[in-house]
Nanobody, 119 residues
């Protein structure tokens, strides 16, 4: 198992920046995939950005060029740098880790952190 703790959300004006952090309770080096999802008001949860095995990264089209995912293995932490924020980025952001247990791939979630983009 792995516990995930997010931080860094808040209120920011359009065009501003925030950095989210997600710290895992164990080494992230061997985690299959780790990244960020978000759920806006009245919307389904969607993938924002993620690392997969081999440190490949994926970004949704809506954040490509504005958000950057990074990791610090020594701190067991994944970051999401969000620049040029828009009101439509307003959502609860969740950290996710996909971990193999034998042949099963299990998902773990953080508690979520609120990001509000408003003037």
């Amino acid at each position: 198992q792995v516990q995930l703790v997010e931080s860094g959300g808040g209120l920011v004006q359009p065009g501003g920046s925030l950095r989210l952090s997600c710290t895992a309770s164990r080494s992230i080096f061997s985690i299959y995939a780790m990244g960020w999802y978000r759920q806006g008001p009245g919307k389904q949860r969607e993938l924002v950005a993620t690392f997969t095995s081999g440190s490949r990264t994926y970004y949704s089209d809506s954040v490509k060029g504005r958000f950057t995912i990074s990791r610090d293995n020594a701190k067991n932490t994944v970051y999401l740098q969000m620049n040029s924020l828009k009101p439509e980025d307003t959502a609860i952001y969740y950290c996710n880790a996909a971990v193999y247990s034998g042949l099963s791939l299990n998902d773990y979630w953080g508690q979520g952190t609120q990001v509000t983009v408003s003037s």
